[in-house]
């Protein structure tokens, strides 16, 4: 079978196992700690001693293999002890004389052994000895051909040359691996790195909601695990027709256009291809995309990987570095698991965004209808009438409040307090029905209010208004009699709302919490009572939507004592100094929607 000449393409090749490598090489290998601890030892080192390797694990070498008691010139143990510390206490390798070392035997007895030692220190990343490797070949049949030889010359010559090249090729062979063990522990504690770096990463994202914080964390994440010198994100617009690619500089966002079709890594990722380059410097030819990233940006290495999500294309994600990089099959791996988190945030925060942007929208086209119903309120003699509407801050949150102030045909003063329940745009709409039913129904019937909320809650049921809504209906009234004195009547219906506040001009305060009767929308024929109020110049009363007064964290009562509590220390300002007041000290979060009407009779 023939192929193609050149080299075989490195990710078409194995990645060898060096723990299998180490165990059946053919040459005796021992791992020994700084102190002569054994570590492993491989198979050939078991044959050439005769042992197993639970024998060797865990023992000192000189208890397990100790000298020839028979020999009292044998001096291998006093060589290679002496051999072992100069490689752990220089760092370099040390090799040794042929030595005699006889080997005990599992009967007791010694074999007489020659071999030739080799210790080769194994360091970390700071240069410090975490194991020696000894190697040791043993040459016995060699040193009896040698003495065999040095008796026939004629023939022994060849055979010393032979196994001497022999010696010197083990050598460099046990260089070479001891090489290859070094660069996959690098490249194993490159990926440690990463996917740490990771982890760090995908718990940064979680906690984003922008999509500027959100790449402003995945190009700092990404420096940091990864060592980029350069990065950029591409992200489609909803349609898929555009691309808007961000890059980082000194720590600014930079964006621009980028068209679909372009060349550019980024732009053939964001269609669904990956790029890897590990070294542009090689490519004669290069195409006018990579260029641009190696003599644009200064790289010579990038990877550009697509965003995916739910099977969708939301862009691409590339990362550079300045010099030439290998992308083994962990470094890519580890890259499309980062380009996996970081698709998986675009597409959370991209939602979210766009909940907020139909947030907004629902919020002002809500706002609008409710602003375009509450009117400027009459001002008729001796009486001035403040109304306030706050709309509440979070963005997500619409209701049905509303508040109305008009004048009977009979010349009386009405005012209206309501809130449909409910914080959506239905809750808005149905207001503005309740709104002008009432109306109509103050203006038709000309009667007390109790009568008119009942009417409006027959209205209701009939023509099907599926709601719950609480209201305050009140009229001021003044008979003859009082027009003398200046004095006036409040007379109102209350259906399940906070009960109106009533602020004399002593600054005497009174919640008028009369028996409420149901709220609208329960029970069509529901009774519903009338109650009155005398008010004098100078009195003020205030109608108002729970929003004043409600907290998540009290009740409703402790709302209406803090009312109470702050109401007589604004009686002498004007109404709509008061109304300010009010909201500033019982409202100041904006938690929620407020309608408030305020009231004040002057001297006649």
Known sequence: MTREPGPVPIEDLPVPDFARVFDVAPTPFLLLTPDLVIVHANRARLAATETTLEQNVGHHLFDLFPMNPDDPGADGLVNLARALAETRDTRRPVVMAIQKYDIRMPDGSYAERFWSPQNVPVLDDAGEVVLLLHRSDDITDYIRDRDDARQAAERGQRRVAEVEGDLFHRARELARLNAQLRTANDRVRRTARSLAGLAATVSALAATETTERLLEQLFEQGRAALGTDTAAVALLSPEGRRLTLTESHDGRLLSAPLPVDSPLPMAVAARGQAVLVGDAGRAADRPAGDRYLSEGLGVRSWAALPLRAGGRLLGSWTVGWAAPRSFEDDDVQVLEAYAAQCAQAVDRVARLEDERRRARATRSMAEALQRSLLTEPPQPDHLRIAVRYRPAAEEATIGGDWYDAFLTPDGETTLVVGDVTGHDREAAAVMGQLRNLLRGAVHALA??????????????????????????????????????????????????????????????????????????????????????????????????????????????????????????????????????????????????????????????
Do not use: F, I, K
């Not at 008061?578 to 407020?594: G, I, N, Q, T, Y």
């Open 447 to 604: 009667a007390p209010p109790a009568q008119v909320l009942a009417t409006l809650d027959r209205a209701l049921d009939g023509l099907g208004v599926g709601t719950l809504a609480t209201a305050v209906l009140a009229r001021v009234e003044q008979s003859p009699a009082q027009a003398v004195t200046g004095q006036r009547t409040l007379r109102w219906s209350n259906a399940g709302h906070p009960p109106p506040l009533l602020v004399r001009a002593d600054g005497t305060v009174e919640l008028l919490e009369r028996p409420a009767s149901l709220l609208l929308g329960v029970v069509p024929d529901a009774p519903r009572t009338d109650h009155t109020v005398a008010l004098h110049p100078g009195d003020t009363v205030v109608l108002y939507t729970d929003g004043l007064v409600e907290r998540r964290d009290a009740t409703l009562d402790d709302g209406l004592d803090r009312l109470a509590g702050v109401a007589p220390q604004l009686a002498a300002l004007p109404v709509e100094e008061l109304c300010d007041a009010l909201l500033s000290r019982l409202a100041p979060d904006w938690a929620d929607d407020v309608a408030l009407v305020g009231l004040r009779v002057l001297p006649g």
